[in-house]
């Protein structure tokens, strides 16, 4: 049985020092760099979580195209 190696920051966290460091993306391109990361997320997980942050305060999406999001972090 394979063994989930824990790691010592959430994604949503990693999320938002992606953020932090690259400035706005598409929520596609930082799907795949989180993904890249974390190999069990799914989309619909990605999704969850960015909806929990807007909540919170802490990023902004708004759409630009048809399926589409650019993602900023909120100062």
Do not use: Q
């Amino acid at each position: 049985m394979p063994m989930k190696i824990w790691k010592t920051h959430p994604a949503h966290y990693v999320l938002v020092e992606t953020l932090k460091k690259k400035g706005a993306m598409t929520d596609t391109e930082l799907f795949e760099y989180i993904s890249d990361e974390f190999k069990d997320i799914g989309f619909k997980e990605f999704n969850e979580m960015l909806l929990r942050l807007e909540i919170a305060g802490k990023i902004r999406a708004t759409s630009l195209s048809r399926g589409k999001k650019r993602v900023e972090l909120v100062t």
